[in-house]
Structures are given as C-alpha cells and as structure tokens.
C-alpha cells in the first residue's frame, strides 16, 4: 500500500458496471470508510476505457486526467494499489489482470468467461504471486454467494447447486411468458436495461450461466473445470408454443443450471431450459432476479435470492471485495480469495444424467408420424408420458406442424442415440428441440 489506508483503485472498464462502481463509491463513500475501519477508504485514481470522449452517466463529474486507453498506465500506476477487471472478455481482460497481479496488486473482477475459461493460468499466478483474485460479481450480480459457499459454508460438504443464474435468459423468458412478447424484443429491453453481456449471444446460448457454474463448482469442489467438458445449451430454442404448453401442464420453463455431487465425487453439471412445476420455489424467480438453492450436509437446503445483473447490484459485489482487498492490504484482515486447492477431479459424462424430457419435432402433417416416431422411442426402450401437436391458430392446414412428446426419465445418451434414429425419418424437417422436466422435489 503506497499511502497511509488511502488505497488507489484502477478501474478498467467504466461502462454500466464501472459506472456503478464509481456512483456508489461517491454515494456510501464515507460509510465505507468507517465500516471499513483503521481509516481506510477508496478512490478511484485511473480509468479504463476504450473512447474517452463518451458520455457517461455518473453522478458526479469524472476528471478527464484520470481516463486512459492504455491498460498499462493502469497497472503501472503507483497510486493504483488495486485493480478491478469491469472490461469484460478473455483477451485484453487475461493481460490486465495477470498483469496486475504480477504487480502484487490485488485484483477485483466481475468477468465469468475469463475465470470460467482462464482461470487455471490466472489462479496459478494468483498462487504464485501471493496476491488474491475476488470475483462476488461473477457469479449472480448482486446475491453474495461466493462469500457463501467459500466463508460460510466451509464446513459443509455441498450436495448440489440448483439455480437460475443468468438474469437475461430469465427477463426474457418472463417477458415472453407473461406480456407475450417475442424473443428480439424482449433481448433488446434486457440489452437497455444492462443486463445483458456485450455479447448477447453468450447470455441466450447458455454459456453466461455455464460459466458461473463452472466457477460455482469449483468453489464447491475445488477443481479447475474445462469448459470443453460440460452439456450447455439456452434459451434461444424456446418457442411460445413451448412456454404456452408447459403452462397447460403445470410447469414453467427457466434456464436452470444444476450441479449435483454423485456418491464417489464425480460432480454433474449442465445448464439447459427446463420444465420445472410451477409450485417449486423457482418457478416464482422472475424477470432479472437469480437465486440458487444449496443442497449441504451441515446446513442442509439454503436458498439465496436477489437481483442477478444490473448496474447497482453488481457494483455492490464488486465493492464488498474491493472492501476485502483493502483490509488484506491494510491488514486488517487476510484474505486470500479464492484458489481452487485440488488438481483434478471428475465430471459426469452428459450421456450419464437422466430426467424426463420434452422433445418438440418440426415435422411433415401426414398421418402416421406420431407411430413412426413412437415406434423408435420404443425401441430404444424409453417411455412416453404424453404426444400432443399444437395447432397453430392462425394456420390451421399448415403442412409442417409441432409435434411435442413427453418421455420418462432416461439417460440423456439413451435419448441422444433415438433422436439421431428419428431425425433420419423423412416425416421430421429439423433437428429436435429438447428441454428437460426437472424434478425439483
Ligand atoms: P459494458 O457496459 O460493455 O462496459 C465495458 C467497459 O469496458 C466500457 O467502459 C468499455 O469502454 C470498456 N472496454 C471494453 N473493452 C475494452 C478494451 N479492450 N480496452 C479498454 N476498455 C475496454 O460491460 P458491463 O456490463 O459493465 O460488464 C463488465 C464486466 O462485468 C463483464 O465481464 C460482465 O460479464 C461483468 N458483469 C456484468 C454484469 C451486468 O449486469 N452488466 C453483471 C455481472 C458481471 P467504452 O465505455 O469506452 O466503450
Ligand atoms: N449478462 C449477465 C446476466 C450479467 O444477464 O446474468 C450478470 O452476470
């Protein structure tokens, strides 16, 4: 630390979070400062960012001095004594931040993708350097749950994570649910409202809330996870025919991420749209909000709610660990962020996880099809619970129909290996959409 408690934050990236972070510093500055104690307090002393001349909507006047466009000055700055990472992406991102702790300057981030995909390099030079990476932000905006599962639950041995944990995917699929308007629509209001990633593909794709799980597990779990190895897959399959007919049998769809411990440690995780009942306690987990439920043998079921992305309650994550790094800094306290503290571990195969399914198929209206695709699913020996082709109102003598079936709980591999077969058929006219029904209990 270069000054007596007062610390210098280099702030790379200042778009909606950045923003945040600078507005609620200069709003509960003081108060963190005395909660804080010993006289610490933060100012931020360098900016990142791409163009200099945006507009930005602070609350306060940012001095023009402060802003550069070259990562270095950041880093390199002697009144920066911590560095928080708000540029999003894996490139640039992974320079600033390894740079940075190679510096022995503590880093914040609320980037996912980088911890998600670069984490081994990163946290190896974390472990090397002996100076931490706090990432509350990555995971859920503003719920604290890597504080929780890490500090609170440290005794317990975690059973599984169930959770809605990307805040677009759930706006949209709320949007399109209850106001019934359509995909693009309800992603460009999720965009203005700042919630979505820069890219949106990676919130509507799966792979936002993937790789929050990956470092949820890892957490839990202590390994590294690669990304190569897990099942995603988002929302942007999900039709209203789809959430219409859930509704009619007593289900929502969410973009639910599950994380389950096997017996003998082998961890299952996957993230995919889901029937869930609309009585579960997820079900009522709307619009932006995120929560997710730990399963632990100590503290037993314990649920975690609140707003998952957005300008505040992201800031108030990035605070709390820019507060965490400075009282390491001011010793005050240790703390010594996260490090996964286990080589290597094993994952459930996809094949290997079973639930029940919603399968929908484009196909050919002819008579017929619904025997030829029973036909397969029965030979690969997996029940069906219920068929049903939803007539489109508005084309009633539509060629190409939906054909949806429900089938019983199965390995996903037994069901992969029939779908192939019928997508061989020459009634079906696309690849099969498929969603799990979770049985939350
Ligand atoms: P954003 O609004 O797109 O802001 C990105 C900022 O970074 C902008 O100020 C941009 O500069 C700057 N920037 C981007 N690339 C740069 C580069 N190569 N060099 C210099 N500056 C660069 O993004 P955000 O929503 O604040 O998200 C930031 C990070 O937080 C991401 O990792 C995201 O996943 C994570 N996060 C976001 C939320 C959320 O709700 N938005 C929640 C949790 C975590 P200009 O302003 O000049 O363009
Ligand atoms: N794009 C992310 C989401 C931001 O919608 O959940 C929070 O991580």
Not at 59 to 78: C, F, G, Q, R, Y
Not at 147 to 170: E, L
Request: glycine content about 8%.
């Amino acid at each position: 630390m270069s000054k007596c408690n007062k610390l210098g934050i280099g702030l790379a990236g200042f778009g909606t979070v950045g923003s945040g972070v600078w507005n609620t510093l200069e709003k509960n500055g003081a108060l963190i400062s005395e909660r804080t104690g010993k006289g610490v307090s933060l100012a931020i002393t360098k900016i990142l960012v791409r163009d200099p001349k945006k507009s930005r909507s602070t609350t306060s006047a940012v001095p023009s001095e402060i802003l550069t466009t070259h990562w270095k000055d950041l880093v390199n700055d002697p009144a920066v004594d911590i560095v928080v990472e708000l540029i999003g992406g894996t490139t640039d991102a992974f320079e600033i931040v390894a740079a940075a702790l190679l510096a022995k300057k503590p880093v914040v981030t609320g980037n996912k993708a980088l911890l998600a995909e670069r984490g081994v390099e990163l946290f190896a030079i974390s472990r090397k350097m002996e100076t931490p990476i706090f990432f509350e932000a990555a995971i859920a905006g503003g719920i604290p749950i890597v504080k929780t599962v890490q500090d609170s639950f440290i005794g317990n041995q975690i059973h599984s994570f169930t959770g809605i944990i990307n805040g677009t995917s759930n706006y949209i699929l709320e949007q399109m649910t209850l106001r019934g308007i359509d995909y693009p629509t309800a992603l460009q209001e999720a965009q203005s409202l700042g919630y979505a990633e820069a890219d949106p593909a990676l919130d509507v794709n799966g792979w936002d809330a993937a790789h929050k799980a990956i470092l949820l597990a890892t957490l839990a779990y202590g390994f590294p996870i690669d990304p190569a190895n897990i099942h995603v897959s988002g929302i942007e399959q999900v039709r209203p025919t789809d959430i219409r007919f859930a509704k009619s049998l007593g289900y929502v769809i969410k973009l639910l991420a599950v994380i389950r411990e096997r017996d003998g440690g082998a961890v299952e995780l996957r993230v995919q749209p889901s029937f869930i009942s609309h009585k579960h306690i997820l079900a009522s987990v709307n619009g932006v909000f995120n929560a997710v439920s730990v399963n632990s043998d100590a503290a037993g079921e314990s649920l975690f709610y609140g707003r998952g992305a957005g300008q505040g309650p992201t800031a108030s994550s990035v605070i709390a660990d820019l507060v965490e790094a400075a009282r390491d800094l001011a010793h005050t306290s240790h703390h010594r962020g996260f490090l996964p503290y286990r080589e290597s571990g094993t994952l459930v195969p996809i094949e290997e996880t079973s639930t029940a399914y919603y399968v929908r198929f484009d196909v050919t209206d002819r008579p017929g099809v619904v025997a030829e695709i029973a036909t397969v699913i029965a030979k690969h020996k997996i029940g069906i619970s219920g068929t049903h082709s939803p007539v489109d109102a508005s084309n009633p003598d539509a060629e190409f129909v939906d054909m949806v079936f429900l089938l019983h709980s199965c390995p996903f591999g037994k069901l992969t290996n029939a779908l192939a077969e019928i997508e061989t058929l020459n009634c079906i006219n696309s690849t099969p959409v498929v969603f799990r029904i979770e049985n939350l209990g």
